[in-house]
């Protein structure tokens, strides 16, 4: 029996592989965690300027999510890298920080926290539909000229929704359009905005040109 040991595999250097344009998406994704992170502290405080701390992180992700990709075409360093590597952090900084923002502002009933999964899993599916559509969506020039449903960046109105009325004091309890209760559990019917976007985003009859 031959017990040589098989080859080593090469190994992809993870460093050589990094262009400029992916350390903002990587500042993207450190948005997104730590809008994660300042709505799991309000949870604890209760403190509104926190909420808004967590929310102010949402247009900071956008603005990094920007230039990633303008500094990517200036430079000319796009790669299927970049392209994993922006998707994974507009899932944190627009999917699941919003939806932990949600629940830190009161939407915490078992209703709720379905609707926000939901959100957060058709934001996933938009992603991943995108990077495996993107080569058949292109025109003539090998660029993508529109989206097929909303792009999850949208989320950041639900962040400046939900931070406006924080900052009015209506959160917790408070919140706009009370609480109903369906088959015993709660729901706040200011979550539907989350069931509205992420149905959006993953529709395929909408069409929205990619500036």
């Known amino acids: ?23 903002f998406t990587l500042l993207n994704a450190a ?25 102010a992180f949402a247009p900071a992700a956008l603005v990094f999510d920007v230039l990633d990709g ?18 994974l952090a507009d899932v944190i900084s627009f ?7 949600a ?12 609707v926000l999964v939901y959100f957060v899993c058709c934001g996933v599916s938009r992603l991943a539909r995108y990077n495996v559509t ?5 025109g003539e020039t090998g660029k993508v000229t529109h989206f097929e449903g909303t792009p999850i960046p949208t989320s950041v109105l639900l962040t400046a929704i939900l931070a406006v009325f924080a900052w009015r004091g209506q ?30 985003m993953v529709s395929k009859t909408l069409r929205i040109p990619k500036l």
Request: aromatic share 6%; proline share 5%; hydrophobic share 55%.
């Open 171 to 200: 959160s917790g309890a408070a919140l706009p359009g009370g609480v109903w209760t369906i088959a015993g559990a709660d729901l706040h019917p200011l979550v539907l905005l989350f069931a509205l976007s992420g149905t959006l």
């Open 31 to 55: 948005c997104g965690v730590a809008a994660i992170g300042m709505a799991m502290r309000a949870l604890v405080t209760q403190r509104v300027d926190e909420l808004l701390i967590a929310a």
């Open 103 to 114: 629940y830190a502002c009161g939407m915490q009933g078992a209703w709720d926290a379905l």
């Open 95 to 101: 999917g699941v920080a919003p939806a932990a923002l």
């Open 134 to 138: 993107a080569e058949s969506m292109a």
């Open 70 to 87: 303008r500094v990517a075409r200036w430079r000319r360093t796009s790669s299927a890298l970049g392209r994993e590597l922006d998707s």
């Open 1 to 23: 029996m031959d017990a040589r040991p098989a080859p080593a595999p090469k190994h992809f250097s993870m460093l050589r592989a990094f262009h400029l344009a992916d350390a």
